[in-house]
């Protein structure tokens, strides 16, 4: 199975453990991941700010060069790249003129027939039928999903998942034998881009991300974005000074949970690349070995006799 | 040679703005068969129909166009008009120059060419028309209410009181419905209970009124003055003869937590129950997907303790034929379902209630004897956030109207609230206030003013649980938006009105028309408000939208007096446009082949079997034949007719033929 894959820059950066742990992921489930040739910038935050046509350009050019490579299906884990490829990708299905245009600008044909997923839609796609029989350390931790905004929103166009309560990422925990909980701050803002220019609003709107988490009793936070990743594990001091609290449970990528799910290393999953140290407990669950299954059907049998 | 008359009208100035009617009163009037030719500002103004039927007398006209509106509201007007002046109605045509023309054009000679032509087809048309005689319809003088809310009560008592027949048909165990769960009501805060109750037993007891609950309309065929109906009565498990309504099986049935509807699940019932104390009737049914017995074949308690041995189980559905000649529709509206509001909380969080909920812990027969106390743990809520436009008015969940009764039950909750929690603290948030109604302002004013309601302008975002407390968090936009957070002991959602469950399938069944969003649609917004397109189907209550409880009854009350006025005449005039299948001389007889493919696609069953016998009683042919009154003119079985054996009075092919024809000879 072969499925297109676009980095960004995160993922060659500061979330390389994100790129670890997918590619790692996708390899245990014979999905070949094929990085989209001569890809480029997404444009990110700051091309929509300043050009429209650059905006729409940037996230064409790669959509283009995924069609010519006859690919189909593109994973973007990067949440923010996601949204602008699958807002590009929109505007450009509803104006014909505009898609010409941009097609004329990157100069490569444009058809707007590749499938842009995001991180759950690709695990949804390609691998949750096939998960919960290869898992064999279930990730028994309370665990709180956390969506952010750039999956979830805008709803018109995105169509994730509900938008204010989103359950998709808690039932791919659940069935990496995890306890997902019920939490406030699923869809709250993290602060995202103002980490440099303003650390303390992100200390405040993350703080307040992982009071709740905390509060509930959440021994880890999972996230599907680099950026969200980032505030909430690269700013912690930030965050505990600005809580007056020792805060130290892990934030990982859904691609690292279910990764430890199915039995890999910490080490190919990048956890040691994390700010905030992944120190996570062994629960007597994931010691039990697979053979519990047949106990159970003995158990059955003894019953019905 | 025809003498044709053709009347153009200005309409004020919305035909006159962009097409210049006096040119077209010229040219068309210069067109062959047209012996006179005019225009006027109003033509359906009295002066213009007088117009009309002084050049009928005069030119000895024998045929009409009337060039002006649509033909929905005024052809009647005109045809009227012209059988006045001796003219028969059906050689009178409208052409459609305002909605056709003069409405989506800009001004132009263009569109003056166009409204001439427009003219100049139905002239072609009119030369075609055949008189007509009205077909006379008998009426069966019972009127069938469907729902038994506030508004079918109404409807039924008056129409009743005008001395007719009515047959009540209502879906739950006991009449009353929303209206009966209410605590108190606004303006008045006169107990919902202590008004509805005496209606609920008027009715129960009325000579005039025949009452069946826990049934439902299954099928309905027919037409104005003479429908056919099937109910269903559902089977209550009981024979309500010998019920004397004791209620001893009620309280030994041994299921007793099964939530209960009219708490709205904030108190349990057993699986043999009346809905409420003063339901009418007051007569137990078996709620068979509960009950013991039929789950699991045995337990049969409410049998043994029967002093009257009332209990059958083995009682089936009952199907009834009636004939009837109107139907009201007051089937009334619902709430929205928990899953709507995900960032609300609302039915994941036990103190997110909703409005009809509130009610019930605000009556003194609710399940907390009045004592407003939530849901979770029973305290008394210090803390209570009422949100306003759960819901409605907002696009984004699709539902884009104003639930219009949510204002005013919410400032009457608030007030309640603090009537009934003295050191408590209300908070409102509201868009809008819509208190349009007699003492309706002066209501929410007392709740802000003299209870202290604290009403933020604003919306919420997100409601959440945290430490046993409901965070609310909204924004509050007269302050410059600033966010807002309240720790909240309860909250209490005044969630959308919507189409009742079962509304679109009960509109197909009676053939009435709905909106996008299931609310059933009145002939007209303002002159037509209680009719359906349907003749003989009236509309009662919040089944058409959202109504409060003197709107309801007002609007009850009209459909009444529309189904009495149906009933003050002993046979009904119908419009002879009807299909009809040719017939000719022996040995042909038709040019029908019995095919009776019309029979199939006929949406009316207005397709009969006609045999033709020979002398010696034999059958040589068989055709189809339309049941004139049955017939209402859609002409599906025209189109589908392989040998043209069918055509439609007023709408005949060659008429429609010679229409196209008028278009392209030019």
Redesign the interface.
Known sequence: MKVGFYPGCSMKGGAREYQESVSALAKVFDIELVEIPDWNCCGATAAHNLNKELSLSLPARIMALAEREGISDIVVPCAACYNRLSIVKHELEADKSLSKRVASIIDLKYEGTTQILNIIQFIDKYITDRLEEKVVKPFDYKTACYYGCLLVRPHSILKFDRVEDPQSMDVLVKKAGGDAIDWAYKTECCGAGMSVSRTDTVARLSGNIMKDAVDRAAEVVVVACPMCHSNLDMRRPEINKFLNEKIDIPILYISQVLGLAVGLDAKTLGLNRHMTEVNLPVKPAMEVPVASEPKKVVNTQKLEA | MSRIGVFVCHCGENISATVNCEKVAKITGELKGVEFSTDYKYMCSDPGQTLLKEAIKEHKLDGVVVAACSPRMHEPTFRKACAEAGLNPFLCEMSNIREHCSWVHPKDDLTTEKAGDLVRVMVEKVKKNKALNSIKVPVTKTALVIGGGIAGIQAALDIANCGHKVIMVEKQPSIGGHMSQLSETFPTLDCSQCILTPRMVEVAQHPNITLHTYSEVEVVDGFIGNFKVKIRKKSKSLDEHLCTGCGLCTTKCPQKKIPNEFERGLGFRPAIYVPFPQAVPNKPVIDRENCTYYIKGKCKVCEIVCPTKAIRFDQEDEILDVEVGAIVLATGFDVLKPDF???YGYG?YKDVIDGLQFERLASASGPTQGEIRRPSDGKEPKKIVFVACAGSRDP?KGIEYCSKICCMYTAKHAMLYKHKVHDGTPYVFYMDIRAGGKMYEEFVRRTIVEDGTHYVRGRVS?I???NGKL?VRGADTLMGGIPIEIEADMVVLATAGVANKGAEELAQTAHVSYDAYKFFAEAHPKLKPVETNTAGIFLAGACQAPKDIPESVAAASGAAVKVAALFSNDELTRDPLVALVNRQPAPVFSSCVGCFLCQSVCPYQAIEREEIKNRNGEVIKTLARVNEGLCQGCGTCVALCRTKAIDIHGYSNQQVYTEIMALLNE
Do not use: M
């Open positions: 509001f995900p960032e994941k984004a997100t959440y649980e945290k965070i």
